[in-house]
């Protein structure tokens, strides 16, 4: 079976017909979706609350584990961001790119697995991600690991969590990585949303 969160060419092929509609904040959106991508009928509900959960943004963003580009486009267009969108998926990357264009929206868009093509990319002020838990703590653990190495002082990321996928191990692990700068910003219903900050040197 594919998966999302697979580089798998096989994916990139028929189009739907359908976009996806979301509003945020008085600004509307339309993006195509594919059928080997995350959530392609609608904008989850996780997605949707992480964006709700996150304060006002500025300077950079990127958008790791992209999907179709619904959370930085959403993030970019809103608060005019400078936006980096990054998916293992060439699927995933090439609606990031049609989405960018069809919102109007200017942004890096590159393929690579987690953090591996990214170097370039460094110094960001915000990182966002609805992490791809069925692809295990493996892979989750290690962009929550190298996540910090890409932020600039001060800057924070941001993801979304279930409670059944093991939210409180998950706050524990960037807890440790962010030297106790982390910190719930919603929780309701199972769903939890962290905020992680780089600590600024003294």
């Known amino acids: 079976m594919n998966q999302y969160f697979n580089d798998n060419q096989s994916l990139n092929k028929d189009f739907y017909k359908k976009?996806?509609?979301?509003?945020?904040?008085?600004?509307?959106?339309?993006?195509?979706?594919?059928?080997?991508?995350?959530?392609?009928?609608?904008?989850?509900f996780a997605t949707d609350i992480l964006l709700n959960a996150i304060p006002p943004l500025s300077g950079s963003l990127l958008d790791l584990g992209c999907g179709y580009g619904v959370i930085g486009i959403v993030l970019s267009?809103?608060?005019?961001?400078?936006?980096?969108?990054a998916d293992v998926n060439p699927a995933a990357v090439e609606l990031t790119r049609l989405n960018c264009e069809l919102n109007g929206v200017k942004a890096d868009i590159i393929e690579s697995d987690c953090f591996d093509k990214l170097s370039t990319?460094?110094?960001?002020?915000?990182?966002?991600?609805?992490?791809?838990?069925?692809?295990?703590?493996?892979v989750t653990y290690k962009m929550y690991?190298?996540?910090?190495?890409?932020?600039?002082?001060g800057g924070c990321l941001y993801i979304v969590t279930l409670k059944k996928h093991g939210a409180e191990s998950t706050f524990a692990k960037l807890q440790e990585v962010y030297a106790g700068n982390a910190r719930v910003i919603y929780k309701k219903k199972g769903i939890w949303v962290v905020e992680s900050q780089k600590s600024v040197p003294v």
């Open 19 to 44: 976009a996806v509609e979301y509003d945020f904040n008085g600004f509307k959106f339309m993006f195509k979706t594919h059928a080997g991508v995350f959530s392609k009928d609608h904008v989850d």
């Open 77 to 85: 267009k809103v608060y005019g961001l400078s936006l980096t969108a």
């Open 121 to 138: 990319v460094k110094c960001q002020s915000s990182i966002v991600l609805n992490p791809p838990i069925h692809a295990g703590k493996a």
């Open 145 to 153: 690991e190298q996540s910090a190495d890409y932020l600039s002082p």
